[in-house]
């Protein structure tokens, strides 16, 4: 059996993040043959597959395996229950795609497991629900409580390795694991490795810029994906913490007609709405009407002029990828589930999220844009970028791929609040 294939182990070049606008409106005379990737991308969502060497697992066999596993999931963890300890996808030495679960027992009857015969299972000694509990005290007494005697940047669930990842500042890992070890946790649980703080990614423009504004305040960041609301209204997703200015919420989005690093407020898009962030929701995302429907919705994702074909979810180890305006595509993969994690705006009350951890770069000025799942030579949309810890410059200039870590908003949690609400694609 082949090892698990990561882009952690892929030359840190190929994994960076940087994202893009979905949706445009014709008055900004969008022609996709103008999009052009900045130096250290691609112009291509092909020539970044083929960079990070994953075009032989892209079968359209082992896309079924994914999507059968995401479909799955749910029905494996009821079955489980207390003894579910994780799923991923994983790959044997001729490049086909299984699915793989953890259990802490075997006294289990799954019918969705027995009947699936592209499901390995395998016995651990943490559950998911353990593994949890011990991330959750680790969130609030040390990631997001500045009074803590010693800080962990961030942390997150390892399926693969039945284990928890904690990310410690440089120089600080004896310090913080004989400190964890003293307070009683469970060492066999913890691996440490020196990463620095994730941040809401939002200064610096990529693909269709916008800007969020109230009253004087205003924040740049990234559109994410055209939506259309009750089939009558159309709408821009982008990251909730993009609306949480310094001493107020934005009511507005406008275009940003200026050039990289700079702000110029142009066309009024509509006003903000749908705010799961702010109200404590836990879901990093907002939206942005489109008054009036003045501006045509696009199913295109600008760099490269191509279309989105739908939404999808992102089972562990799956493959994302994400556009960005100044550097061009960037895959990676999907390296835990869905947990609590802070998304903290400076000055600003601290708020939690529901996020996915991917080892993909991530710029500011990142935040809101769209994370697209690859299948069948198709794109469809998975995400909505949050934080990251480390800038895509970093990475191309060898950062250490082991620490390198970004969260995205899940999309399908956000448009399950709003079953009104469906992404403008094109079928």
Aim: hydrophobic share 35%.
């Amino acid at each position: 059996m082949k090892s698990i294939f990561s882009f952690k182990n892929a030359i840190a070049v190929a994994a960076g993040m940087a994202i893009s606008f979905i949706g445009y409106a014709a008055d900004n005379d969008y022609r996709p043959e103008e999009a052009t990737a900045g130096k250290p991308g691609f112009r291509t969502i092909d020539e970044a597959i083929d960079k990070v060497g994953i075009r032989k697992y892209l079968t359209p066999e082992n896309a079924q395996v994914t999507s059968n596993a995401a479909d799955n999931t749910e029905r494996i963890i009821s079955d489980l229950g207390e003894y579910y300890a994780g799923t991923w996808i994983a790959y044997d030495d001729k490049n086909a795609a299984y699915q793989v679960v953890a259990t802490t027992s075997t006294k289990f009857s799954s019918k969705a497991i027995q009947d699936d015969k592209n499901i390995k299972v395998i016995v651990v000694k943490y559950s998911h629900k353990q593994l949890m509990d011990v991330y959750e005290d680790l969130l609030f007494k040390y990631i997001t409580n500045s009074s803590a005697p010693f800080e962990i940047t961030s942390a997150s669930l390892d399926y693969q390795n039945n284990a928890l990842v904690v990310r410690v500042n440089p120089g600080e890992i004896e310090k913080v694991s004989n400190a964890l070890k003293e307070l009683g946790y469970d060492m066999g649980m913890l691996y440490f490795i020196e990463a620095r703080k994730p941040v809401p990614v939002a200064t610096i423009y990529h693909g269709q810029p916008i800007l969020l504004k109230g009253g004087v305040e205003r924040q740049a960041c990234t559109a994410g994906f055209n939506s259309i609301v009750d089939g009558l209204y159309y709408n821009v997703i982008t990251a909730g913490h993009c609306i949480d200015l310094p001493s107020q919420v934005a009511t507005e989005g406008n275009f940003n007609n200026g050039g990289p690093g700079i702000e110029s407020s142009g066309m009024f898009i509509g006003n903000v709405w749908l705010d799961e962030f702010t109200n404590n929701h836990q879901i990093d995302a907002a939206s942005v009407s489109n008054w009036n429907n003045a501006h045509t919705p696009s199913p295109i994702l600008r760099s490269g002029g191509v279309p989105i074909r739908g939404v999808r979810s992102s089972p562990v180890a799956s493959f994302v990828c994400a556009d960005g305006w100044m550097s061009g595509w960037r895959c990676g993969d999907v390296t835990g589930p869905v947990t609590l994690s802070p998304v903290n705006q400076p000055g600003r009350p601290n708020r939690l999220a529901m996020l996915i951890s991917t080892n993909l770069c991530g710029t500011r000025g990142d935040s809101g844009g769209p994370v697209v799942l690859y299948k069948d030579a198709n794109l469809y949309g998975t995400g909505l970028i949050s934080t990251a810890n480390t800038s895509c410059e970093d990475v191309i200039g060898g950062g250490n791929p082991t620490s390198r870590i970004s969260q995205f908003q899940p999309l399908d949690l956000y448009l399950a609040k709003y079953p009104g609400i469906q992404l403008v694609y094109q079928p």
